[in-house]
């Protein structure tokens, strides 16, 4: 039997790997290279540049933790802009909500959309719902462009702060997602691993950067085994909006929404964080 | 240079692998198969029959999370039997309190505490401490002789339910643990991983044993990158003291412990779970 295995480096002294069922599709984009993969134990993946985006079994984690949080601290949002997002689940968890009317999907690369669509139909199932728009830029672009105060909750799905989304960690989108927002709006984005050196001054820096903009600037994390140590952190930038103060649990149990991960006792636990990430944070000041 | 890789294999389909420096010490005592190594990422390490124990980058977390969690529920505990934890970690965390009186450790394997006290001098440093008493036999038999409520806390710190570590998953062996415990006394064991089905399998077993016998049983999680999937869980069983409602952060605070994963919203929030572990859960009654 054929013995293929995919091996991520987590550090150059940590690989993680897998055992392939069929390594089905390969391409170089303008952008990156995109390799598609059936795997035993983790279902259908992609990987861009080599490194893990999306599997079937742990998928709904990462998407489940990008979305709920901001809709349960807020349960008005009504605009909201995804950037990067390319597998569509984060779309698919936003669409969810059937008062939301406006979703704004920028993905540099339509080559990763469209594979998606075609190859992981698990989370790219949404984009055609009519209140998506899809917009195939460079996001830093896109928010410098946006009419202020033009969304309620901007989720910056990107990939790590190495290539195309190497713009997406910078003063400068932090500073345009600040002006795109709402008087209310919420920002979620990308925050790494505490747990390995370099995802952790990714995280560090990616921290101080939004905590020098906004009034509100926390940090939350879940676990996603098949992301660099599993330990997995999302930022949640606000105006206004406290995630634990303003928590509103009767309100998003209202949506009625099946969710695998997310619960409304996770919801305030997740931003509970060990002693050691709370002084990088801190360090991070 | 010397490109020498450790592997474990988190599933048949799945592996972890790290960079080693130095083998430095392997032998086969009558129990299992003990292996030393040096790491670049992970510093020193073992293994038993080839599964990770426990490593000075993040045994922190481990042993955090075993001890803290019930001295913060009941800060009056005075006994303590620690079953397994040939590394001494467990030993080393519960020596912190000056007002315990006795440790009992029972550890199948001398040969695991000898090897430790030598090779991984972090976490075996306090089992020399004149309150510990260690003793080289089956922690099954020992927990059967003990006499009744003669322990305020036992923690099982024991291998996966193979080999060895077999008989601390069984019925008899917790029983026998209610029984040895005095009338406010909790018991934390090894719960693994629900991320994968073998240790999700295991957890499930284990939980329905306990929560079959004990008056309170919950579960609580924690991030281990090391361990299979990096999402672990501990139980926690009690006869009466509830790990959330009787939890006592100011009274554990004044013992004044620098805890480095470990902390008071942590306690707390750790017995939050993920959707599908509480469903898996609640499948086990």
Same mark, same amino acid.
């Given at each position: 039997?054929?013995?293929?295995?995919?091996?991520?480096?987590?550090?150059?002294?940590?690989?993680?790997?897998?055992?392939?069922?069929?390594?089905?599709?390969?391409?170089?984009?303008?952008?990156?290279?995109?390799?598609?993969?059936?795997?035993?134990?983790?279902?259908?993946?992609?990987?861009?540049?080599?490194?893990?985006?999306?599997?079937?079994? &742990?998928?709904?984690?990462?998407?489940?933790?990008?979305? =709920?949080?901001?809709?349960?601290?807020?349960?008005? !949002?009504? $605009? #909201?802009?995804?950037?990067?997002?390319?597998?569509?689940?984060?779309?698919?968890?936003?669409?969810?909500?059937?008062?939301?009317?406006?979703?704004?999907?920028?993905?540099?690369?339509?080559?990763?959309?469209?594979?998606?669509?075609?190859?992981?139909?698990?989370?790219?199932?949404?984009?055609?719902?009519?209140?998506?728009?899809?917009?195939?830029?460079?996001?830093?672009?896109?928010?410098?462009?946006?009419?202020?105060?033009?969304?309620?909750?901007?989720?910056?799905?990107?990939?790590?702060?190495?290539?195309?989304?190497?713009?997406?960690?910078?003063?400068?989108?932090?500073?345009?997602?600040?002006?795109?927002?709402?008087?209310?709006?919420?920002?979620?984005?990308?925050?790494?691993?505490?747990?390995? &050196?370099?995802?952790?001054?990714?995280?560090?820096?990616? =921290?101080?950067?939004?905590?020098?903009?906004?009034? !509100?600037? $926390? #940090?939350?994390?879940?676990?996603?085994?098949?992301?660099?140590?599993?330990?997995?952190?999302?930022?949640?930038?606000?105006?206004?909006?406290?995630?634990?103060?303003?928590?509103?649990?009767?309100?998003?149990?209202?949506?009625?929404?099946?969710?695998?991960?997310?619960?409304?006792?996770?919801?305030?636990?997740?931003?509970?964080?060990?002693?050691?990430?709370?002084?990088?944070?801190?360090?991070?000041?």
């Amino acid at each position: 039997m054929l013995n293929l295995w995919f091996t991520e480096e987590w550090t150059p002294e940590c690989r993680f790997s897998i055992k392939i069922k069929e390594h089905f599709h390969t391409e170089k984009s303008p952008f990156q290279q995109l390799d598609f993969f059936d795997s035993y134990e983790f279902g259908k993946f992609f990987t861009l540049d080599g490194i893990m985006m999306a599997n079937e079994k &742990d998928e709904f984690v990462y998407h489940d933790m990008i979305s =709920h949080v901001a809709l349960a601290t807020n349960p008005n !949002i009504k $605009k #909201v802009l995804v950037i990067g997002g390319g597998d569509g689940g984060t779309v698919r968890e936003i669409t969810r909500y059937s008062h939301i009317e406006k979703i704004d999907m920028v993905e540099i690369d339509e080559r990763v959309v469209r594979l998606c669509q075609k190859y992981l139909v698990q989370t790219s199932c949404k984009l055609e719902d009519p209140r998506v728009n899809l917009y195939f830029q460079d996001g830093l672009k896109f928010v410098e462009d946006a009419k202020e105060k033009s969304y309620d909750l901007i989720l910056v799905d990107s990939t790590d702060p190495i290539g195309p989304g190497e713009g997406l960690f910078t003063k400068k989108f932090y500073t345009n997602c600040f002006r795109a927002l709402s008087e209310d709006g919420i920002l979620i984005n990308q925050h790494e691993s505490p747990y390995f &050196d370099k995802e952790a001054g990714q995280m560090k820096r990616a =921290h101080k950067r939004i905590k020098d903009l906004f009034p !509100i600037s $926390k #940090v939350y994390q879940f676990h996603i085994p098949t992301y660099p140590s599993g330990h997995w952190l999302f930022g949640f930038a606000s105006k206004k909006y406290d995630p634990i103060a303003d928590h509103k649990p009767e309100e998003w149990e209202k949506f009625g929404l099946k969710t695998k991960y997310y619960n409304s006792e996770i919801h305030k636990a997740s931003f509970a964080l060990p002693t050691f990430v709370k002084e990088m944070l801190e360090e991070s000041e």
